[in-house]
């Protein structure tokens, strides 16, 4: 085992500072990586607050992680010293299971192991996330960063990124279609862009007037109020697909009455109660509702070659680690465009 | 105009009771039909009482008819004096839109015309349903009964057929899938029938212990009780499609969890919110919740020659016209084995 430098929260009500921990020996199939970005997911926040109950202390968070391969084991092809490389939301799961025969290892059967905070095979006790100075991890789930990119703002692709393309790509976006992204935070900036690559007509659907202009900025072609009612009726039944980034419980029918007969909304953000659905909203035109979990290895591969193609990373805001526990209250107040990314050089100084 | 006696409801208080109603003088296009039986829905009910707003008085129900051609106007093909036919939920629709285009007039942009409590594009005023003597329709919306059924208890294939048989069709069940079945009633039976008849693996899956002789005589394979959390656990992400025919809100999240990865619940009973539906109960498996209603007049067509195939009526209780209003409340208490029919006979006598 090797000591390393880390940021984390030693409960639920404390600030993350500098901490400790250990990271692995690595095996034959592992990869030891030196960590240079890490994205701030509001995932983190949540873990570190036990907001979702079962958080394993201490929570050292950090799953959108870009770094440097340091080393690697005896078995590992495809990757070598000098790369860059992608952590995303787990490092493991079982790789038995019909999910994780299906590329869907996010659903597997043994349940992924999570970035931070999942159970860790080889130390036991919890798995601690990107906001350290290295980490090992086997080859499998480790991501080859286009060379083009930027790699400042690669990171968030890594849980941002795939969770909004994963369902557009599953339900055939495609040239011509017209498709919503509902909310424009780190979910949906990334949603708006990947919709417009895909060649879809894209309208960002927000509550925010303010947010018009950069929607548009970023690849909307139209910007529709959903609290304007008129507006709302005139885009009825007109969408292909509806990407819901949501971050919490809200009024669905409205947006369920945009869809297309037989189209769907997929939520990804909104892992709490919605409000009542009404039975009437999805009957009426045969419409669906349904959600989307990260993706798995393969596609998040997919993901980021598709955005070596056309050129995609996120709008990021660059802060030091130290200060990581202002950047919180600035996400929680939806203050940042449009993810935070840690540049990992200021832990080591 | 002819006159005819049918059993309308003067207000939403009112028991029905025998009234005198105009039908139109048959046109080219149109089909006079002796109803001969007449299936009774809850929508009828629903109708009557004016639980869902909008209703016109008087209200003469009756969506599930059965009826011999007493006469046919010049130009309908395919149709001749003395068929057997049958109407359903819906006397017209503008043909012209796109969903009439793609046989789902349900859906018509115009607003399908409902055979009862619908706008009367001939005669104005609102359309009067199947508890009468004749009805008058354009041939382009009366369906063709195969000759092999028994003839009493086709009449609730037009609704409580369709409205089953129609997401079982769309979402492709067949031969060596698990589908469940929630909710055993009128459609919940018929549901239980064509799954079977499908090649499905059918599970009825039901609160109450006591249908479970009766769902197996119907075709279910399995009987789930859905407050059994052990047995619910045991069948989580097992169904390729669950078939909800519960006709009020409920909470869903526990079926959800009945669902393998990218299955999809069709809610076709409850036209009314359902209870908080969980987001994770749809990011977990990337699950879906959709909804259907009835059917186009090609797929109520395929429907019926479907159910020739494969000799399948409903279960029905037979009445009289004069009793309906005691047989009302034997539908609310959910007292009626699946299905009434009203032998017209007792109108006309």
Known sequence: MSEVKAYGAADSKADLKEIK??????QPRDVKIKITYCGVCHSDIHTVRNDWGGSKYPVVPGHEIIG??????????NIKVGDTVGVGCMVDSCRECEPCKQDLEQFCEQGMVGTYNGRDKHLGGHTFGGYSEEI??????????????DENAVAPLLCAGITTFSPLNHWKVSKGDKVGVIGLGGLGHMGIKFAHAMGAHVV????SPGKAEDAKRLGADEVLISKDTDAMKKHANSFDFLLNTVPVGHDINPYLSLLKIDATMCMVGAVEPLEAVHGGSLIMGRKNVA???????????EMLDFCGEHNIVSDIEMIDMHTINEAYERVVDGDVKYRFVIDMESLRN
């Open 204 to 207: 960002m659907i927000t509550t």
């Open 21 to 26: 921990i250990e990271r692995r020996v690595i």
């Open 136 to 149: 090992v991890v086997d080859n499998y789930y480790v991501l080859r960063v286009p060379e083009n990119l």
């Open 68 to 77: 440097k391969v340091l080393e690697i084991g005896n078995e590992v092809e």
């Open 291 to 301: 959600g989307s979990l990260i993706g798995g290895i393969k596609e998040t591969q």
